[in-house]
Every structure is written in structure tokens, then in C-alpha cells.
């Protein structure tokens, strides 16, 4: 085995962990609203949170890994496509899964106590799986660059390119909206409680 396969298969092994991570984060978040108890939801968002580090300590390894690698290694380049989706995750994502495992564990005390309906709408939030998912579709998209299996003649590699976007285009369309449906399904237990009209007061001569 030459360096140029030594370089491709390192470049392959990196970003198909940094895809496994994300994806197996993205599939968990997407079920964690259906946990039955509350214990059950923190140990969910606990093990997110575990991916999702996992997640980035890949993405921290891939330029490191690289510069000790002897020849041109295409993992940074590769690692550039799930970068976007990831910094939405950085900044939203994980913000909105602390709400989650702190809420979740306030109400953890208790094995078999039931999760609030606000709890649950809040770990079906759109900005909760979906990015996730995203990111960990585009950096399974980015093993193929990563693999130097991308190397086309121009005017083929401009058609597959766009086939390519449009296939992602399509899918994170699928993700945004399916997650989006599930949240308005939960959104109502929410808000039902808030437009019962209060009590109204007896005014005190009248008692």
C-alpha cells in the first residue's frame, strides 16, 4: 500500500467517524420525545450530548490528523461541507438540548414520573434533531471527497455535482419539515391549558 492509499484510507476512517457520530446523534434526538418517563428523556439527552461532543472532538481531530499525515490529505476539505450545519448546532442546538436534560432532570427525582407536555414539545423542537441530521448527512455526502472518488472530467463532474445538490436540497427539506409537523402536533398540549378563560372574580359584597 502506497502513502497516496495510506492518505485516502485515513481521510475515509476520519470522516466516516465524524458521519457515525452525527447521524447516531441526529437518529437519537429524533426519538427523544418518545421517552416515557422523564429519567428516560435526561438519559437520552445525556447520551446526545455525549455524540455531540464526540462530534466535534472529530471535527477538532480531522486538520490535526491531517498535518501529521506525509502526503495531501483531503479530510479538511472534506470536513468543510457538515462545518455549516455544525456551527447552527454549536450555537442553537446544544442550548436548546441543556433546556431539555436540566428540565429533565428536575423532574428525574421520581422513576416513573411522566414528562410535561412543554418538556416533550421541547425535545421535539425543530432546532433540536434537525441540524443534527443535517450535518451528519453532509459529512456522509463528504466521504466521497474524501475517497478522491469525485475526481471527474469538468463538464461530468458539474453535472453530478448538481445531482448531488439537489439530493441534498431534498433531503434537508424532508428533515426541516417532517420535524417541523411533529412540533405543531405537540405544540397544541402546550397551549391548550392558556386559552381557558380564567375564573371570574366575585366581587366581595356579593358573597
Sequence with gaps: MNAVDVDTTMDVILIGTLAAAWLAAGLLADRMHNAGTARQLRRRALLVSA???????????VPLVAALLPGVSAAPTAALLPAVPALIVVTVTVRRLGWVRRGAGAFATAPRTPIPPGLRAAAAHPLLAAPLQVTGLAALVALPIAG????????????????????IALAIAGIAVRAGVRHSRLAPLVSAPLG???PEKIPAGAR
Excluded at 455524540?51 to 481531530?61: C, D, W, Y
Design 51 to 61: 455524540l455531540l461532543g464526540a462530534g466535534v472532538a472529530v471535527f477538532v481531530a
Design 148 to 167: 478522491r472518488l469525485v475526481a471527474l472530467p469538468g463538464g461530468e463532474a458539474t453535472g453530478v455535482a448538481g445531482f448531488a445538490v439537489i439530493g
Design 196 to 198: 381557558r378563560r380564567a
